[in-house]
């Protein structure tokens, strides 16, 4: 098949193949009952290669680590149909087994075939979290599970419809394993229905423009990708960069956990390997390698924006995950807590590359999502599940100051907002505020972190945290400064109380009127701090985002005489 397009058309079926996955996600977003998709948007969708399950079109507003990742999931997909023999047009297969299609097991995988005039052409897929997947914490972030059976209900490919007739039994064996059957039968019919609305506009896209054209254009965009990812590539010094970061712990031994990345440059190939990682942990901070894998493009696409969004980007990359490493899980090993792994993974990468190449990165961001679930039962007896994430500082940039309050950089996923959160659950945001004296001081200073403080409404509930960088402040780059420690507190009858792992806590009894309290990092600062204006630190003063004690601290004095 010849790859021969000319650009015009080609520029029109990139974009309406794009938009195919965007209504997907737009699908999903309008329909899913929980919070975390419907608000936050934690979900992706994409159109996958028939036979390798490359990524070949992603939807722009899920979630970046998904565009990777996924790839694994239709893969493993892929794989089960050859041994079986049986893929029919109508088929779905369902399933959130992470060693498998990478992530966690709260994230719900949907795949589908999508056959052309009796051909198989490529595939669509959907991935959601959902809010609640079994296991033995609520929300499924247990920072103590020491294998994934204790994370959540594990699920391994199956099919959920067989030649377009849903599969009952397969939906019945879901609900029973959620703490929460109406939000997840929200979601599945949610998912459902992104697929079939993907598959109704490619029938439409492939009879205007036949299925030949089509597929040259995927492939043509593919071949694209890679040869403007070698350019990049090639525009950048040749050499070896070094960088390490560290985990707080596993969550159940408290011992600093090493990621460490080499990167590479050797004209137009770049090169990550990751030897020297922390080997496989006991608690829930593992990643697959797929996982390692699409972490790796998430890092890529952050250096080089205006790469597009399919696997040939990869082509020009040697990626090293050290087999038997926290960056490379085996089942059954603990992956609850791999958002933690992944952004540490971007950090380093990030570090390394500013010494290369500082015009291109900005400073560590926050670095932890801080899942937070509170649960427990209403007054009439309904169970109900808090879970969320919540925001800190970004990076220092080369143009400028970091993003104040942000979400993570694996993500363009939103914080769902206070109001959604109180009118769902029995809690009320006593505290939502930027925090001051968070960020990182530099030449531009990181973004700020952020402060929430959250009141139980009911009679008592439970709480559990999974977060990170405790222990390990953000960093800065090209001179800049470390940013604040993630800080976590909750209120018991004697007062407020910290983790003994600093990070990571389970089964916090509150009762009605007591407190929980995240402290969010800032990001890090890019480049040196004496090279700040000091109208600029003068301003931040004024604003009480830094203290004035702080600013002596990091910037000396010279500013008071802008001071009002």
């Known amino acids: 098949m010849s790859r021969d397009i000319d650009p015009i058309t080609l520029a029109v079926l990139a974009g309406r193949m794009e938009q195919i996955a965007d209504e997907m996600d737009a699908t999903l977003f309008r329909s899913a009952f929980n919070p975390i998709i419907a608000e936050a948007h934690d979900a992706s969708h994409g159109i996958y290669h028939a036979a390798t399950g490359d990524t070949l079109v992603q939807g722009k507003s899920g979630l970046p680590i998904f565009v990777g990742v996924m790839a694994f999931a239709v893969k493993a997909v892929i794989d089960k149909a050859a041994r079986d023999g049986d893929l029919a047009d109508g088929d779905i297969y369902i399933f959130n087994d992470a060693h498998l299609g990478g992530t966690h097991l709260s994230d719900m995988r949907l795949v589908r075939p999508y056959f052309h005039e009796g051909e198989l052409f490529c595939y669509l897929a959907s991935v959601g979290h959902w809010h609640d997947v079994g296991g033995a914490v609520p929300g499924n972030y247990n920072p103590s599970a020491r294998e994934a059976f204790q994370e959540a209900f594990v699920l391994p490919p199956v099919k959920l419809a067989r030649a377009g007739v849903m599969q009952q039994d397969v ?190 990165v900005v400073a560590n961001a926050y670095g932890t999502i801080n899942a937070l679930s509170i649960a427990g039962h209403r007054g009439d007896g309904r169970r109900w599940v808090m879970f969320s994430f919540y925001g800190g500082g970004h990076g220092g940039t080369p143009e400028g100051d970091g993003l104040n309050h942000g979400n993570a950089p694996i993500s363009t996923a939103t914080i769902p907002p206070a109001e959604i959160l109180e009118a769902a659950y029995p809690v009320a945001f006593r505290q939502w505020a930027l925090r001051p004296d968070s960020a990182g001081a530099g030449c531009h200073r990181g973004g700020m972190g952020a402060i929430y403080e959250i009141e139980l409404l009911e009679q008592s509930a439970e709480a559990f945290l999974f977060g990170e960088r405790g222990r390990f402040a953000p960093k800065g780059v090209a001179g800049g400064g470390e940013a604040a420690l993630n800080r976590f ?42 090279q700040r204006e000091p109208q600029a630190i003068a301003r931040d003063v004024a604003r009480g985002l830094v203290s004035e004690e702080r600013a002596d601290a990091d910037y000396g004095r010279g500013w008071r005489e802008y001071a009002k």
């Open 489 to 530: 507190s909750y209120q018991q009858d004697d007062g407020f109380h910290t983790p003994p792992l600093a990070s990571k806590i389970v089964g916090i009894a509150l009762k009605r009127g007591q407190r929980v309290r995240l402290e969010t990092p800032g990001g890090g600062g890019y480049g040196p701090p004496g």
């Open 171 to 360: 939906i019945d064996i879901l609900m029973r394993n959620t703490r929460l059957p109406q939000s997840a039968s929200g979601d599945l019919n949610g998912q459902i229905n992104a697929l079939d609305l993907g598959v109704k506009r490619l029938d439409a896209l492939l009879a205007e423009y036949g299925a030949a054209t089509v597929r040259a254009a995927l492939a043509a965009l593919s071949d694209r990708a890679e040869t403007l990812m070698r350019a990049e590539v090639e525009n950048l010094p040749d050499g070896r960069w070094e960088a390490e970061d560290f985990l707080d712990n596993d969550g159940i031994e408290d011992t600093a956990l090493p990621i460490r990345v080499a990167l590479e440059i050797a004209g137009d190939r770049l090169s990550l390997d990751f030897t020297g990682s922390a080997p496989a942990a006991a608690g829930p901070i593992n990643i697959s390698e797929g996982t390692a894998i699409a972490c790796v493009y998430v890092a890529i696409k952050h250096i080089f924006p205006d790469l597009p969004a399919n696997a040939g980007v990869m082509r020009p990359l040697d990626i090293t995950i050290p087999q038997g490493s926290i960056l490379a899980a085996e089942f059954p090993a603990p992956t609850g807590g791999y958002t933690e792994t992944i952004l540490r993974m971007i950090d380093v990468i990030f570090t390394a590359a500013s010494q290369a190449a500082p015009e291109r």
